[in-house]
């Protein structure tokens, strides 16, 4: 379970990106929906505990996130909204080398992880392919591979689908779904559908501010 509350953030010239923000979000998918510029990103960034806010408490089971960031790290997985991959490298090297950064220190057992979530991710095929080489879907799903590296418990995901064809988008929507039912996933987007075809709960997020949250099926329609 985790829990945000009132959490706020300015930055230095003057925007505020979040306005006293406060969500409950349980097992399964959570979809945020908003449009650009609504705090999705310093949200979901703040989460990942790659930045500070001003004010606010997150707890994850328990644990305050902002008080002690490493504890929460460990069972913490984030794709951003843009990441870098190095040119050059096979999938399988990079997310090994990923591995060890994470901390997976025995070689077998790293291997194992790798090559289950290069099939979990349909990756597998082209393990020995150049990441920076991929489509815009097999990137993303690649992300997701890199995201859950360790086991994390929760997996933050920036706005994963911006830029997919209907095909791509559909086979990420499909992973994301079968990741949903065993880790808590925080889905941001600006689409309407992601949220209504993955998520059990959502919130909007508009202006720093939540405006609604509750059931997809019963939000939705009022948009
Ligand atoms: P979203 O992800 O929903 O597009 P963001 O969290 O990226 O929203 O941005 C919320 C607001 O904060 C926007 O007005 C954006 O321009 C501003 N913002 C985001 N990051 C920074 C930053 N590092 N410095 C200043 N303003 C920022
Ligand atoms: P988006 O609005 O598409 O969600 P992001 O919030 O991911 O974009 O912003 C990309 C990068 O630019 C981040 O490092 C963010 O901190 C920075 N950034 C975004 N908006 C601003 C802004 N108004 N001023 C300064 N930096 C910004």
Known sequence: MLTISRLSKRYANGVKALDSVSLSIGNGLFGLLGPNGAGKSTLMRTLATLQEPDEGEILFD?????????????????????????????????????????????????AEQVDALLQLTNLYEVRKK????????????F????????????LIVDEPTAGLDPEERNRFHNLLSEVGESVVVILSTHIVEDVRDLCSKMAILAGGQVLLEGEPERLVEQL
């Open 130 to 141: 150049d990441v920076s080489t991929f489509s815009g879907g097999m990137k993303q799903r």
């Open 62 to 110: 328990g644990c305050n996130i902002l008080a002690e960031p490493q504890r929460l790290r460990r069972q913490l997985g984030y794709l951003p909204q843009d990441f870098g991959v190095y040119p050059g490298v096979p999938a399988v090297q990079l997310l090994d080398h990923l591995a060890v950064l994470k901390g997976l220190t025995h070689r077998g057992e790293r």
């Open 143 to 154: 992300g997701i591979a890199q995201a859950l590296l360790g086991s994390p418990r929760l």
